[in-house]
């Protein structure tokens, strides 16, 4: 039997489940807002106890990360995920959950082999071409600028 992309494509629809958009979109809304409500409220309080803006914008990163490993590691960011879907990719606590799972799932194979070794492995990536396009970027506004 040879399967053609039209036989391939009907044959992928009905294998795949049935999503309702409506629900997953209003999920993934409420979860992200509550994530980046929850970052306002952090950085509200923590200027509210004096610090500047820029200290306080940095420690409510810090905090995200933080929340955001520790449930990973206790298994709760991916039963929100499975319910949030893309909600939960805010940046800066989807880039954590992200280094955090790979973590978690190579533990059992050691510090350095394991962890050491495969902790990078979805967020490598990233962190590669998010350096290589600030160099460039920062490259391009010197030259712009200094003209």
Known sequence: MKITPELYS???RQASPKSNCKVNITAAFLVGGAICALG???LDILQAYGLDKTDAGTWTSI????????FTGLGWYQKLAKHAGAGTLVPITGFSNAI???AVEARSEG?????????FTIA????LYGCTAAFVYGLVYYLAVSK
Do not use: E, H, N, R
């Open 100 to 102: 955090s799972s790979c």
């Open 111 to 119: 510090l350095i082999l394991g962890v050491g070794a495969k902790i």
């Open 63 to 70: 905090i995200l990360v933080g929340l955001s490993s520790l």
């Open 10 to 12: 009907d044959m992928t």
């Open 124 to 127: 490598g990536p990233v962190l």
């Open 40 to 42: 306002q409220i952090i």
